[in-house]
Structures are given as structure tokens and as C-alpha cells.
């Protein structure tokens, strides 16, 4: 099949390359001409594990083509994935305008039929919002299929290769079968595709995340209370992952859920059920929590410090907002980076994949080590913010011996806290009892 695929970021670069793995043309299409330049001569612009290789493979083999041009990318293709940004706008609704005016756009350069598909996560109500952008300016015959998109970063090749479930939204027969066909090589294994009308689609999206997004703030919440009456987080996450009801997964709890998706997508879904007139109590609160959490570990450093920060100076282990990307939108380290800065500290970092994102956004406000025992020098005691595999098992005689105090204030529950007891180190963790 001949695939378009509108926006080449996260989603978009992966749902290309994917489709193209599997046989289809695929062109991308992005307005970031410098992307699309470097796409273009081989150079990936995201890390993503796995996906480079198959990049590469599908460039050489002529399969996966970058354009800045709309009307040249969409000139003989039968189905153009929408993967747009829809970051939140100022009243935490999710900003329609990029998939609005893209849509408009393929209304006037569209001359035969062609399924358009939305893969960005938009509110119940966008497919209508999308046949009406287009229609308004183009009288051949078009349907427009709700496809949401469910990978995670870090694993999204495996996620789109081998998805749980595809989730096709659309009541038209003609794009139901053109959709099927695309994705057959994806469920081989027996995973299913389901159909369904588009609203329900669209709804399916946001009602994931918020779900992962209110285990991750009530795990957080189980952890405080965990920590005010004595308890360990550990052994009653434990104790309740193995009731299949509630299932092992995502019972970790940490400094809070980041990333492009969580925090905006529950804001948007509560957004939306106030214009519904309905006040979604569950998701308020977890939003709540979630805005204390990334500050979880702050009253616990400061109390080590006797409350002054004040020229003090940390190294923080893990930047982006989980392990295995170089994604930093919404990652609790910056907001700890930025709690240290405002109380007169400085800080040192390393992150094996995120460092030149962060340097964008925070410029010379802190200093990027080479090299996770570099961040430690001269520092008063380390921060970890994100869990990434190369500081599970670190060479703790190198820690001690490079920072000031043995003190480790860990957000992701990394080490044992009786281990840590007997290396001699002041560890605080999230809802367990600190080794001190
Ligand atoms: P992204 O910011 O990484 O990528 C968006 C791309 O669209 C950018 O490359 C940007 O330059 C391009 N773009 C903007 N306007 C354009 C235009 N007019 N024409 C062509 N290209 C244009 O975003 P993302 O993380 O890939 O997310 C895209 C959508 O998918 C969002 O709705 C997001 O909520 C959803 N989603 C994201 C994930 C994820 O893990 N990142 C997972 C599932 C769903």
C-alpha cells in the first residue's frame, strides 16, 4: 500500500518506518525542513531502541521517503496517518489546531479517494471536527478513521510491531477493510483489531491513559502513607500485584508520571468532561497528586541539609522522563533541577540519552557531565530521577568516594534500603523506611 504518514516525531517516525518494514511505501511528511533533511540522508532524530536498524534497512530498500511537501507526499497514497502534535492549550484542552489546519490543507489538494486516518490522541468529537476541515474544501469521497495510538516510549517498535490490540474507529466498510489489511501482518499472533465507531475510539485513547495515569498517583499516594505509618511500599505492591485483578504492572510508585502523554491527556480528558458537564473527581486528584509528587524527594533533601540548600551542590543521575528515550517533556528531573536552582543550589547531571534535549531547555542554568561518575565530583550527595538500567548496579566505593556526604536521595526505588544501611549511606527512597 501506499501510506503518508503527516508529522515525523515520536509516533510518526515509528508508524512510518514500521508500515514501511512491512512492505508498504511509505512517505513522511513534516514541516521541520532540518528534519526532514537529516531523515532524509540516514540520520535518525530520535532515540528509540531498535528502531535505527530498521530505519536504515527501509531507506536503503526505497520503502520510507522524508518530504517537507504535503501535496508531494500525499500524491498517490490511500491512506495519510495524522501523528500531530495536540499539546495541551491554555485551558488544558487538547489544541486541535495542527491536525485542524493539516486537514484543511489535504482539503484542497485532495483529488481521489483516500482513507485519513487520526493516529494523535484527540478528544471525542476530533473525526467529525477532521471530515468537516476537509469537506469544506473538496467534493471527492473520503472517510476519516479514528486509529489511536498506543506504544510506549522506549519500547515503541516492539509496542506497534506486536501491539496488545489495534484500535480502528470508523463506520465506513470501505475504510474498515483498507484499515484490516494494513494491520493484519501486526496480529499475526492472534492479538485483536477492534472495530468500532469513531467516538468510541477517540474515548478509548484518553480512558487508557488516565487508567495508567491513576495506578501510578494511587501507588504514589499507598507509598506516602506507607512511609507515615511505618510500612514498606515494596512488599505491599508485592502483596497486591499478585491478585490478577490488579496485576504486577505499573505498581511502582516514584516522583511521578512525565512524558507528552500522561500529564496532558488526563488534563484533556477532564477538560472535556467539564465541557460534558461532569465533574471527573478520580482524574482531578490524580492530577493533584501527581504535581506533589515530583517534588516527593525536596523535603527529604532539605531536611538532610538542615533546610539551607543554599550553595550546595548535587548530582543527578537521569534526565528523561523514563528510561530508554531521550524524551524530556513533562520529566520530574526538571522540576527538581529547577527546586534546587530556586533554593540557591547547583547541580551536575547525566543521562545516557537525554543530555543534549535538556541542554535546549536549561542551557548553562547547570553543568552535563560525560559520564555518570563525572556528575559526582564535588557534589554534596546524588539525586536519581530516572531509572535507568546503568545505575541499578553502580560501583558505590566510586560514589562515596566522590561525593561530600554518603547521602543518596533515590526517586525510583533503585537500591535495597538494607544494603544501603550497611554501605554506610544516609538513603531515602519513595515508601520505605530510609537507611540512615
Ligand atoms: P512529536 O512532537 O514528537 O511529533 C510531531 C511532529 O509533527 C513534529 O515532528 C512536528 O514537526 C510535526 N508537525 C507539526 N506540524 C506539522 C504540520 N503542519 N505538517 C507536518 N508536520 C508537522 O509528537 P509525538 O510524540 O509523535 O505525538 C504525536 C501525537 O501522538 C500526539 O497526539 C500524542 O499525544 C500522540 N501519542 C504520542 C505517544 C508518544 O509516546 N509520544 C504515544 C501515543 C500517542
Redesign the pocket.
Known amino acids: 500500500m501506499k501510506i503518508t504518514v503527516?508529522?515525523?516525531?515520536?509516533?510518526?517516525?515509528v508508524t512510518g518506518t514500521c508500515f514501511a518494514e512491512t512492505g508498504n511505501d511509505v512517505t513522511c511528511?513534516?514541516?521541520?525542513a532540518n528534519?526532514v533533511k537529516k531523515l532524509s540522508a540516514g540520520q535518525i532524530t530520535?532515540y528509540e531502541p531498535g528502531l535505527e536498524k530498521l530505519f536504515e534497512r527501509n531507506l536503503k530498500e526505497e520503502r520510507l521517503f522524508f518530504t517537507?511537501s504535503?501535496e508531494e507526499g500525499i500524491k498517490d497514497a490511500e491512506v495519510i496517518f495524522l501523528?500531530?502534535?495536540?499539546p495541551p492549550g491554555a485551558d488544558g484542552a487538547?489544541d486541535l489546531s495542527?491536525v485542524l489546519?493539516?486537514a484543511t490543507?489535504l482539503g484542497k489538494i485532495m483529488t481521489d479517494y483516500k482513507v485519513i486516518v487520526d493516529?494523535?490522541?484527540?478528544p471525542v468529537g476530533t473525526a467529525e471536527k477532521v471530515t468537516a476541515a476537509i469537506a469544506a474544501h473538496c467534493t471527492t469521497p473520503f472517510d476519516v478513521v479514528s486509529n489511536?495510538?498506543?506504544?510506549?516510549?522506549g519500547v515503541?517498535v516492539d509496542d506497534f510491531m506486536k501491539p496488545d490490540r489495534v484500535v480502528i474507529g470508523t463506520m465506513s466498510e470501505r475504510a474498515r477493510k483498507v484499515m484490516g489489511e494494513l494491520y493484519a501482518p501486526f496480529v499475526r499472533q492472534g492479538n485483536p483489531i477492534l472495530f468500532m465507531d469513531e467516538k468510541s475510539a477517540e474515548l478509548t485513547?484518553y480512558a487508557a491513559n488516565s487508567f495508567l495515569a491513576t495506578k501510578i498517583s494511587f501507588m504514589n499516594e499507598i507509598a506516602v502513607l506507607c512511609e507515615k505509618l511505618g510500612a514498606d511500599v515494596d512488599m505491599v505492591r508485592r502483596g497486591i500485584g499478585s491478585d490478577d485483578r490488579i496485576g504486577k504492572r505499573f505498581l511502582f510508585p516514584g516522583i511521578g508520571y512525565g512524558?507528552?502523554?500522561f500529564p496532558?491527556?488526563v488534563q484533556a480528558l477532564v477538560k472535556s468532561s467539564e465541557d460534558a458537564a461532569y465533574d471527573f473527581k478520580i482524574l482531578n486528584a490524580v492530577m493533584d497528586v501527581n504535581e506533589k509528587q515530583k517534588l516527593f524527594l525536596l523535603p527529604k533533601i532539605k531536611g538532610f541539609f538542615n533546610d539551607d540548600l543554599k550553595g550546595k551542590h548535587f548530582a543527578l543521575w537521569g534526565l528523561a522522563f523514563k528510561p530508554n528515550t531521550d524524551?524530556i517533556?513533562e520529566a520530574p528531573a526538571l522540576y527538581i533541577i529547577e527546586a534546587l536552582l530556586a533554593e540557591g543550589a547547583t547541580v551536575s547531571v547525566f543521562d545516557p540519552e537525554a543530555m543534549s534535549n535538556v541542554k535546549q531547555v536549561l542551557g548553562d542554568k547547570i553543568i552535563y557531565a560525560e559520564h555518570q561518575y563525572n556528575c559526582l565530583e564535588n557534589a554534596d550527595a546524588l539525586i536519581i530521577a530516572t531509572e535507568w538500567s546503568v545505575f541499578r548496579t553502580p560501583d558505590f566505593n566510586r560514589i562515596s568516594s566522590s561525593l561530600k556526604h554518603r547521602a543518596i536521595f533515590d526517586g525510583r526505588n533503585l537500591f535495597e534500603v538494607t544494603r544501603m544501611k550497611e554501605l554506610g549511606y544516609h538513603y531515602e527512597s519513595v515508601g520505605r523506611m530510609p537507611a540512615i
Open positions: 503527516v508529522g515525523t516525531g515520536y509516533v510518526g517516525l511528511v513534516d514541516i521541520d528534519k530520535i517537507t504535503l501523528a500531530l502534535p495536540t487538547a495542527f489546519n493539516v490543507h493516529k494523535s490522541t484527540v489511536p495510538e498506543f506504544l510506549r516510549e515503541a485513547k512524558g507528552s502523554c496532558k491527556d524524551d517533556r
